[in-house]
């Protein structure tokens, strides 16, 4: 092997060391898709501004000059987590509440992806272009944010994540636009495999937290819903259900207010930290 040889031999080492170094195993990060619960219906509040941990982060999924941030970067997860005109979303409280339980060394960044209104069918990769034909002019504006293509998107942004850390879970709210689809489970387990695949993500250690919608206790009207989600389990074995139960919700009966969402947020945590081997002591 002559010098030249060496030199790119010592610069290829170098590049391949920095590459495999520049991923910190210590930033979790979960990716967040669904519908109008997921991408955040209630009004922001100030409490919800104030004192968010910079160890908390966001990957902005479409640019929003208004708040300064642009797709494919990271922020510190300062509401909202969605779109640039989104709302409170169970995502907020869910990464505050695991960095507030979490080592100081590790850090929790969050990717959300949601149309309010949509069916599961708009995350298949296979189903969304003839599913996107007929849905309301409203929704196609949202789904436009998203050139077109939500889980395409999803799956754009968390390629990125990966270069900076690793995805330790997903996070589903949605069913309320499929309420008595007893295919939902399955459709879920399509949009489920294909991030494993197209993410290079094994099942065993991915676990998929789907939230219920509002409760019959709330007058939910999506409420039947929630026994087709604790089905999840049995067609996902890494499903997880997230109760709705005493989660306060808006006047519509479909959309949790902000305390609702604080605490269903809170309880999307207490499964994550349970399934990574915490018990939460601390809250936020």
Not at 194 to 218: F, I, R, Y
Request: hydrophobic share 35%; proline share 5%; glycine share 8%.
């Amino acid at each position: 092997m002559n010098i030249k040889h060496v030199a790119l031999f010592i610069a290829g080492f170098s590049l391949l060391n920095f590459t495999a170094f520049s991923q910190d195993k210590n930033f979790h990060i979960y990716l967040c898709f669904g519908q109008s619960n997921m991408e955040g219906n209630a009004k922001i509040e100030p409490q919800d501004t104030v004192n968010v941990n910079p160890r908390f982060q966001v990957m902005e999924a479409v640019d929003c000059p208004a708040i300064n941030r642009t797709k494919g970067n990271w922020y510190t997860a300062k509401p909202p987590l969605c779109r640039c005109r989104t709302g409170l979303t169970p995502a907020d409280y869910f990464g505050r509440e695991l960095v507030a339980n979490l080592p100081e060394k590790v850090r929790v960044g969050v990717i959300n992806v949601a149309v309010g209104g949509c069916k599961i069918e708009l995350f298949d990769k296979d189903q969304y272009t003839s599913y996107t034909t007929d849905v309301p002019g409203w929704m196609k504006n949202m789904i436009k944010e998203y050139d077109g293509n939500p889980y395409g998107r999803l799956v754009e942004m968390a390629k990125l994540a990966q270069k900076d850390g690793v995805i330790k879970g997903i996070l589903l709210h949605q069913g309320e636009s499929n309420t008595g689809d007893t295919l939902w489970t399955k459709k879920v387990k399509v949009v489920y495999d294909n991030l494993m695949h197209d993410l290079d993500l094994k099942p065993k250690k991915v676990p998929l937290l789907a939230g219920e919608t509002v409760s019959a206790d709330q007058n939910g009207k999506c409420a039947s819903m929630n026994k087709i989600i604790a089905s999840l389990p049995q067609t996902i074995k890494n499903a997880h259900v997230i109760s709705s139960t005493g989660c306060t919700d808006s006047a519509d009966d479909l959309h949790f207010n902000a305390a609702g969402y604080r605490e269903l947020g809170k309880r999307y945590a207490a499964q994550m930290l349970s399934l990574l081997g915490y018990k939460p002591t601390a809250t936020n």
